[in-house]
């Protein structure tokens, strides 16, 4: 018998073993605290899923080619997590980076700091298509005007990235946005479009409650700490003014002339490294430093030197090695076919909209969880649940936004994903310590599940859509599909329509 037929789909207890061991190690280290990083858990677990493929008929060479296609795929989000090193160091040299921080602590008041610079990291985050650059521009330097004002630092980690996240969805600048619009082959501002119903709602209660938790925790406000914070910043940069800023507002002119994800992170460090030397006295010496280690600095004040002592290429090795080995082991999940094993069989008892929008967010964080990687939980389920989009007569549009209100937003709640560890690393606060703040990406999935759930929010394949209190309305017309994909989704949705199973205009 050849060696192709030996093989078949693991069972799904089988499936199951990889996942159960990482999940087992990882939560038993974050019950007793041992205080291990996630990478050996991780390299643990794609030993135990060769060992399934090979009991299931996959050789050796099979399962490590999957894991390096995997890598191969992630390479240039590889290239930019060093590169955002390199910006980091540069923005702190030139002082950017703390010239926000100073004259941020004084135009906000504590009480408006949370929803003000939540809607802050969301606008930056449209506008530049990236979480990860929020996080490591805006994000550092509201973790340190946020501290001085008495939130906790998972508070503060959990807004910047509701509102990073939230822009990051909305923007067709964005690589996640552009890649689940494709992977639902349908029109990007299509999915933009759709994406309102569920997102921005969201947003907006998630503001609601950063708003209440700023009135609230203000109450802790100590200038003094402020003050000294500013005073460190003035003492220890030869020059610190408003032109500063400038290197801010760049990001969004790259931004605005599409500029790509890595020559642009480049063209800004070297815009940084350029103001180190003009303002602050640096040579090019000191730029090659900044870059690679990131800076350092000497204040006396613990605050201060915390805000500036980050960045540099070397910064980002750790989270490079648990991106590589997490997103190696998805490769082997994935060739081995775990997910269709554990997976496949739900799609067989969906019947209502609701129920497909489910068992698709599911499958998203799923793939994410074991595969550790954000394109693998925008991927997959598309491949896996488009056709059955089709057959109820629904948008490919409202695919893609269900894609992204799960799998984008999960992503970074996952310790050992690659974007849980980038913005963990970045902001220096543990995921499951900023996890329960996170308001965006936490009611986002909860609202379109709750929504869908009595009719509302449901995108139709002619266009029309359910508004949130279900009353049907009329579109702008069918969202992009394949022809041959929508021709079935229209068969499919008038045959429902007559059956009273859909509503329909009178």
Request: glycine content about 10%.
């Amino acid at each position: 018998m050849s060696e192709q037929t030996t093989k078949r789909l693991p069972s799904k207890i089988a499936g199951l073993i990889p996942v159960i061991v990482l999940l087992a190690i990882m939560i038993t280290n974050y019950v007793l605290d041992w205080g291990q990083d996630p990478h050996i858990p991780v390299l643990i677990a794609c030993v135990v899923a060769m060992v399934v493929g090979k009991v299931y008929g996959y050789t050796y060479k099979e399962m490590l080619a999957g894991a390096l296609d995997a890598v191969s795929q992630s390479l240039e989000a590889i290239i930019i997590i060093l590169c955002v090193g390199c910006l980091i160091g540069a923005f702190e040299g030139s002082g950017t980076i703390p010239a926000v921080v100073y004259y941020g602590l004084q135009l906000i008041s504590p009480k408006a700091f949370l929803p003000l610079a939540c809607a802050l990291c969301a606008l930056v985050g449209i506008a530049l298509g990236s979480a990860w650059t929020v996080s490591a521009t805006l994000g550092i330097a509201f973790m340190t005007i946020g501290t001085t004002m008495g939130f906790s630092p998972a508070l503060i980690a959990g807004m910047v990235l509701s509102g990073a996240c939230c822009g990051d969805k909305f923007s067709p600048l964005s690589d996640s946005t552009n890649l689940a619009a494709g992977s639902a082959q349908t029109g990007l501002f299509d999915h933009v479009g759709a994406m309102v119903t569920t997102t921005f709602p969201s947003l907006v209660i998630a503001i609601v409650i950063y708003a209440v938790l700023g009135v609230k925790g203000s109450a802790n406000y100590d200038p003094t700490i402020s003050l000294e914070l500013q005073e460190a910043i003035v003492e220890h940069y030869p020059h610190m003014s408003p032109l500063l800023l400038i290197p801010v507002v760049l990001i969004l002119v790259v931004a605005v002339l599409k500029v790509p994800a890595l020559p642009a992170i480049l063209l800004l460090s070297a815009i940084g490294c350029i103001f180190a030397v003009i303002f602050q006295g640096a040579n090019f010496s000191d730029c090659i430093t900044l870059t690679h280690y990131g800076y350092e600095a000497e204040t006396g004040n613990e605050l201060a030197d915390k805000l500036m002592n980050r960045g540099g290429m070397d910064s980002m090795l750790w989270t490079n090695n648990l991106v590589i080995v997490a997103v190696g082991f998805g490769g082997i999940l994935q060739t081995i076919g775990a997910v269709d094993s554990l997976l496949g069989a739900l799609i067989k008892k969906v019947k209502t909209p609701f129920q497909l929008v489910a068992v698709t967010m599911i499958t998203g964080a799923f793939c994410i969880t074991t595969m550790c990687d954000q394109y693998l939980g925008l991927i997959i389920p598309a491949s896996m649940y488009k056709d059955k989009f089709d057959e109820m007569g629904l948008g490919r549009n409202m695919l893609s936004r269900t894609l992204e209100d799960c799998g984008t937003l999960w992503s970074p709640l996952v310790p050992w994903s690659s974007c849980g560890a980038y913005h963990s690393g970045v902001l220096g606060v543990p995921t499951l310590s900023y996890l329960p703040f996170v308001f965006m990406n936490i009611l986002n999935p909860i609202y379109a599940l709750i929504t869908t759930s009595y009719g509302g929010n449901i995108i139709y394949a002619d266009g029309s859509r359910t508004n949130l209190f279900k009353k049907l309305v009329k579109g702008k017309g069918p969202a992009g599909a394949p022809e041959e994909a929508h021709e079935k989704a229209m068969a499919a949705l008038k045959e429902l329509r007559a059956s009273g199973a859909y509503p329909d205009f009178k």
